[in-house]
């Protein structure tokens, strides 16, 4: 059974700090992987996707990677903003039964300016 | 092009009561997911639609949740009766095909909270 962790599960930093966020999955057998951003009270958006047969995928201040083998991806956020306080949640799209999307519980990231 | 779009935005109901919430996917997009979403954790699947078939119930609790989507296009999930641990954000979210390597995109959700 897939399972996907996600640590830290919160994390507090200043204003302009570099991060990074982690995602580990038990089975390498996925169609891809995609990062999400919730704000409070709000739906997902969907920040990045990365199909099994890429390393990393980039977007502004967002580079994600992944290493399938390995079952881990990062998402990492440069020089980070106010406006970047959210939970990112991290989801892979198995290859077995069926298509839908399995989560970790996310990781909320608060921005102090 | 319009997003994922859902309603309504929140629902307060009392335990033992049904509540209904509705979902329209974005324009063309066959395959259709309703996700529960319990506070702290991260969103669970509770059934798939392609076009208007059932692909996957199997996280359904059918003895009070029922899903359906007759035409293809926007899709109803129903709660009879509602218990308080059916407090959750319902989310809504839809692609293009049933096909592994096709992005998913969310709607806004329904917050339900149950007294």
């Known amino acids: 059974k897939q399972e996907v962790t996600q640590i830290p599960a919160a994390l507090s930093v200043p204003e302009g700090e570099n991060l990074v966020l982690n995602c580990s999955f038990t089975?390498?057998?996925?169609?891809?992987l995609q990062w999400f951003r919730q704000d409070p009270g709000k739906g997902l958006t969907s920040l990045l996707l990365?199909?099994?047969?890429?390393r990393e995928q980039t977007s502004g201040r967002l580079n994600a990677s992944l290493d399938k083998s390995s079952g881990r991806s990062t998402l990492y956020i440069a020089a980070s903003q106010p406006g970047d306080s959210a939970t990112y949640l991290c989801?892979?799209?198995?290859?077995?039964?069926?298509?839908?999307?399995?989560f970790g519980k996310g990781t909320t990231l608060s921005v102090s300016s | 092009e319009a997003g994922v779009a859902q309603s309504p935005r929140y629902k307060i109901i009392e335990k033992r009561q049904s509540v209904a919430f509705w979902c329209n996917p974005i324009?063309?997009?066959?395959?259709l997911y309703w996700y529960q979403q319990i506070l702290g954790q991260g969103p669970k699947l509770l059934i798939q639609?392609?076009?208007?078939?059932?692909?996957?119930d199997s996280q359904l609790p059918k003895d009070r949740f029922s899903a359906e989507r007759l035409k293809g296009v926007d899709s109803t999930l129903k709660i009879q009766p509602a218990k308080l641990e059916d407090s959750a954000v319902y989310l809504c979210?839809?692609?293009?095909?049933?096909?592994?390597?096709?992005?998913?995109?969310f709607g806004q959700g329904t917050r339900l909270t149950v007294v």
């Open positions: 089975d390498s057998a996925i169609y891809n």
């Open positions: 990365i199909q099994s047969s890429q």
């Open positions: 979210a839809s692609t293009r095909q049933n096909l592994g390597g096709t992005e998913a995109f």
């Open positions: 324009s063309g997009h066959a395959t």
């Open positions: 639609f392609q076009n208007n078939g059932v692909v996957d």
């Open positions: 989801a892979v799209r198995p290859v077995k039964a069926g298509t839908a999307l399995i």
